[in-house]
Structure formats: structure tokens, C-alpha cells
């Protein structure tokens, strides 16, 4: 039986060019690929398909930068499909691969010379009103942000239930490990390993500098809520999708049940990829 894996592409010309040599040499080894075009000019749609995810996939494989990575994620949503990155743009950390390197990285898949680590999401609920509004999961972060124009946010939050401290901000980021170098990170947040189990709250540009990033338990429930009537404020999926909020919303965070399945290759060291993506220099033994 032909192994069947799923190829979503980076609306971008060299991409779909290497997509195509790529198609063609996963049929010329036997296998049959379901193609999906991650083609929305908003990165707040997922790729779509005329067909249904099959439950058989082998594996799915991303063109594109971390965008279209986080919208591959979104497409599968809860079905444990090995994933795997191959850079095409700017921004490429959840990539495993760059595109000069794709066809021996897919030869190494294909005779089964990987391995998948779990990756940690996120639940995300939304009530308004004793009534919930929205839910998502989400890969690298969820942030409540203030528009151009708005003034400070003031953000009450707790951590299972307990009261920790109203954030006077430009926004507040609640990050996973794998987040912690997405925006997070560009927040002054705490780069994580993403075995390390915890989860992270980043405030953005704090009116007071005490307010400093916060690492809670994995297993905590982070409750949060606008403590004064603000308009312009967003509340953002992985950057993908968005919602106004004003104070009568509540928002949930914890710990999503399902993780997704990120492949590895052999000698892909994450501190490798820090010290390339980051460009840290100095002496190497």
C-alpha cells in the first residue's frame, strides 16, 4: 500500500517549483501525495483541500516559513500526524530543514531514520457572559493586544484561581516552549527548551518594570480579563486568527490533551538550530 503524505505549500513561486520537484519524486518512490495550497493572502485561513485529511497520512510536509507551518498545524487540529518543516521564507524555526537540504531529509523519513517529539499545545477558551464564545488550540502563543490608537490594557490575571497581578500593558503573551522564540521572545520572554514543561506569560511593553515574564507549571490554569473598559483590544490564535474582546470577556488558558508530532532528524541538535537562527557567536570547541 502506497504511503500517503500530505504537501502544503507557501504561496510563493520557488516554493511551489520545489513543491512540484518534490511531488514528483515522492511518486517516483512509490508514494501518493495529497497536495493542499496554503494560498490565503491572510494568514487567518487554514489550507484547504478537496479532499478530507486522510487518516492514513504517513506524514505531512510544510513549504514555507513559520506561518505556513502554524496553518498546517491548524489544518490537522487533534490528529497525531508526524509534521515536518522545510524552510521557504524569512522566519524558520519551526522548520527542520532548508529547501537545499529537502530531498535528503525526505529520503531519511521515508526509510523510517527519524524520530517525532511531542510538542506541547494550548486550550484556549473564551466566556462572555457565562457563555462561551470561542475555542481554539493553539501552537506558539495566545495575546491579548492593544490596537495603534488604544490606550495601556489593564489585564487582571490569575493562576489556578489565585490572584496574580493586574498588567498595565501593551498586551500580555501566554506562550508554549516551542512559542518562546516567536513572539514571546521578541517581548523579552525567556527562551525555552521545548522539553522543559511550563508554560509562559510575557507582558508586553509593562508600564511597570516589575512586571517581568513569568514560567507557571504546565498544569496551571491562567484566567485572564480586561479590568477596565478599553477599546481596540484583540485577543490572537497563533497569530492566525483574531476576535475583539472588551471587560466582559474571560479567558482560559491550560494545557491542550493532544500535542503535535514535530519530526526530528538524526543530529539536528536544538541548540544547533538556536545559535544558527539566533546568529550567536563565539568560541566553539
Known amino acids: 500500500m502506497a504511503r500517503i503524505v500530505g504537501l502544503i505549500v507557501k504561496p510563493d513561486p520557488a516554493a511551489r517549483r520545489h513543491a512540484d520537484r518534490l511531488e514528483a519524486w515522492l511518486s517516483d518512490n512509490g508514494c501518493r501525495v495529497l497536495r493542499l495550497q496554503s494560498d490565503a493572502a491572510p494568514p487567518s485561513v487554514a489550507p484547504s483541500a478537496s479532499e478530507t485529511i486522510d487518516d492514513d ?14 496553518s498546517a498545524v491548524r489544518w490537522m487540529g487533534d490528529r497525531q500526524v508526524p509534521i515536518f518543516g ?49 475555542r481554539e488550540t493553539v501552537f506558539n502563543d495566545v495575546v491579548i493586544n492593544k490596537g495603534a490608537l488604544a490606550r495601556l490594557a489593564l ?57 517581568r515574564p513569568l514560567i507557571v507549571p504546565e498544569s496551571a490554569t491562567i484566567q485572564m480579563q480586561l479590568a477596565e473598559r478599553t477599546a481596540d483590544i484583540m485577543l490572537t490564535f497563533d497569530g492566525q486568527v483574531g476576535m475583539p474582546i472588551d471587560d ?36 566553539r570547541q
Open 57 to 70: 497520512l504517513f506524514c505531512v510536509v510544510v513549504l514555507g516559513g513559520d506561518g505556513t507551518f502554524l
Open 86 to 134: 522545510i524552510k521557504f521564507g524569512e522566519v524558520g524555526f519551526l522548520a527542520e530543514a532548508a529547501e537545499e537540504q529537502m530531498q535528503a531529509a525526505m529520503e531519511a523519513i521515508l526509510h523510517n531514520r527519524f524520530v517525532t517529539r511531542p510538542r506541547m499545545r494550548l486550550t484556549v477558551e473564551v466566556w462572555r457572559d457565562d457563555r462561551q464564545v470561542a
Open 155 to 211: 489585564i487582571k490575571t490569575h493562576v489556578d484561581d489565585r490572584y496574580l497581578t493586574d498588567y498595565r500593558a501593551d498586551g500580555l503573551i501566554v506562550a508554549t516552549p516551542t512559542g518562546s522564540t516567536a513572539y514571546s521572545l521578541a517581548a523579552g520572554g525567556p527562551i525555552m527548551h521545548p522539553a522543559v514543561a511550563g508554560i509562559i506569560l510575557s507582558p508586553i511593553c509593562p508600564f511597570t518594570l516589575t512586571n
Open 248 to 283: 466582559h470577556h474571560i479567558i482560559r488558558v491550560c494545557k491542550a490533551d493532544i500535542p503535535v508530532q514535530l519530526i526530528t532528524l538524526p543530529g539536528r541538535d536544538y541548540f544547533d538550530v538556536l545559535r544558527n537562527k539566533l546568529r550567536w557567536s563565539g568560541y
